[in-house]
């Protein structure tokens, strides 16, 4: 790794909560000349400002955290804009990158690119064996096709100009510069705000929507920035040895999942609420499990090191001090 420590990287969505711990990252590993751009500077769905910034800064490697990402009900509402805009953005980083003689980039996707109901743990040959979650069909299918586009550049270019563009597909994901707000959040900032509340007003219980029997997995968001810089830095001989050139993107997870009510105790301990914890099971659960197989990350020797309740008093600490 030491010697790409001068080259110049580009991190796409870099004030975005994954692309700036990818940042930070790449900060604490001594990386010198890491190159950005605000949405304001430099809208990636615009195909000349994206063929310009490339043509003028030449970057080495690009990761490309950049995404139009939202909750159930953005996605149910601006399906037409989750389609498009991640489609325009990934489409224009990836072949502008090509163009520009980018040989290492790395492409993050989601968890929701399986299907409904692919068998739990979701490995990666999971890929296109099923019919999507119908509300953010149009968010997976950009991003499986950023994995498929991703895929086609390195058969058709690999060797002919080097070209090595991965893939990498998080979990759910929590930590500092998550988006808190009370409605379109996610389970852990949403729970975060509510037990933080409750512990101001010195509520003596907080209501849990569901039966909170439901399974799901977290990864702190370090940690999958961690994840990211360790796959781009792979040497290719070990990259290939566990995917193959038609499914090679690559699941990050924790490694374990926990039942929401797991996950609600936990998160009233690191904010030191100690009232009562109910649950509503007249409010819908929604899937039963959804856990990642992180087993091809794990035998290319990469495990997660944050444990929930160390990254959720992280997380917290993030959210009082916003
Ligand atoms: N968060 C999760 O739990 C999770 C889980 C799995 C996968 N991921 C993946 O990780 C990636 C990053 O997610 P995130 O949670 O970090 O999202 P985020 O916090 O919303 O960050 C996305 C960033 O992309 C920027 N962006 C969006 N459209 C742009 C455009 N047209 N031009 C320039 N910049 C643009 C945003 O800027 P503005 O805010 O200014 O628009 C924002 O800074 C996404 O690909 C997502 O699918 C996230």
């Known amino acids: 790794m030491s010697k790409d420590l ?176 009370p409605e379109n959040s996610h389970v852990i900032p949403a729970l975060i705000r509510r037990f933080h509340e409750a512990k101001l007003a010195n509520a003596h219980e907080v209501v849990i929507w569901g039966t909170g029997t439901p399974r799901r997995e977290f990864l702190y968001v370090d940690d999958m920035a961690a994840a990211s810089v360790f796959v781009m830095h792979l040497d290719k001989a070990t990259y290939d040895s566990q995917t193959d050139p038609m499914q090679s993107h690559i699941n990050v997870g924790y490694g374990l999942d926990v039942t929401i009510a797991e996950l609600a105790s936990a998160v009233a301990k690191a904010i030191g609420y100690q009232g009562n914890i109910t649950f509503d099971p007249s409010k819908p659960d929604g899937a039963p499990r959804k856990w990642m197989d992180s087993g091809r990350l794990n035998r290319l020797g990469w495990t997660s090191q944050v444990e929930l309740v160390d990254g959720l008093k992280r997380t917290y600490l993030d959210f009082i001090t916003q």
């Open 6 to 181: 001068y080259q110049k990287i580009y991190v796409a969505g870099h004030r975005g909560m994954v692309g700036s711990a990818i940042v930070r990252n790449l900060q604490s590993k001594g990386f010198k000349n890491i190159l950005t751009r605000t949405h304001a500077e430099l809208d990636l769905t615009n195909q000349a400002q994206v063929a310009e910034f490339f043509a003028t800064e030449k970057p080495d490697q690009v990761y490309l955290a950049a995404a139009k990402v939202g909750g159930i009900h953005a996605n149910n509402t601006y399906p037409g804009q989750f389609i498009y805009e991640n489609l325009m953005v990934q489409n224009n980083v990836i072949h502008q990158a090509f163009l520009n003689g980018v040989k290492k980039l790395l492409f993050l996707g989601s968890s929701c690119i399986y299907p409904k109901l692919a068998p739990q743990p979701m490995s990666e040959d999971a890929l296109l064996t099923g019919k999507l979650e119908p509300t953010n069909e149009p968010y997976a299918i950009a991003k499986i096709a950023g994995i498929k586009m991703c895929e086609s550049y390195n058969r058709q270019y690999g060797q002919s100009h080097g070209v090595d563009y991965r893939s990498v597909m998080p979990t759910n994901l929590y930590g500092p510069g998550d988006n808190y707000h």
